[in-house]
């Protein structure tokens, strides 16, 4: 099972993101399947759920925004939403930490949405379920 992460940069309290992780898992991993996360590195609850996957014994793949075929190009912000589509698009289920005020992520959910039926759960800022499909 491939487990998308896309997470808000103003999420970022450790105990809180890593509990909302962590009952996702407790669910996908009763299925008795192999599990690898697919998410990015940018501060707060991505950076946590990194380094969570880091000290577990299932994969993380490190899905970056930015541009490597021409490392000259200046970076857009559009790259993150590139990611993020990425991630939504090789994912068997989505997990979001979701800050209705940041444009990035919501517009990624929008996406996730409304453009493929992957089931998801929607954490937001005060760490509670705002939507769940699937």
Request: with cysteine; glycine share 8%.
């Amino acid at each position: 099972m491939r487990l998308g992460i896309l997470g808000s940069r103003r999420i970022d309290d450790i105990e809180q993101v890593t509990s909302n992780l962590e009952s996702i898992l407790r669910v996908l991993d009763s299925d008795n399947v192999h599990i690898t996360a697919l998410g990015g590195d940018s501060k707060g609850s991505e950076r946590i759920c990194r380094d969570y996957f880091a000290a577990t014994p299932f994969d993380f793949v490190l899905f970056k925004p930015y541009s490597f075929v021409d490392r000259d190009v200046e970076h857009d912000p559009k790259y993150f939403f590139y990611r993020n589509k990425q991630i939504v698009d090789n994912s068997d289920y989505v997990i979001v930490f979701l800050d209705h005020e940041e444009g990035g992520v919501s517009k990624s959910f929008v996406y996730l949405k409304y453009n493929t039926d992957t089931p998801y759960t929607v954490f937001g800022i005060d760490g509670g379920v705002l939507e769940n499909r699937g």
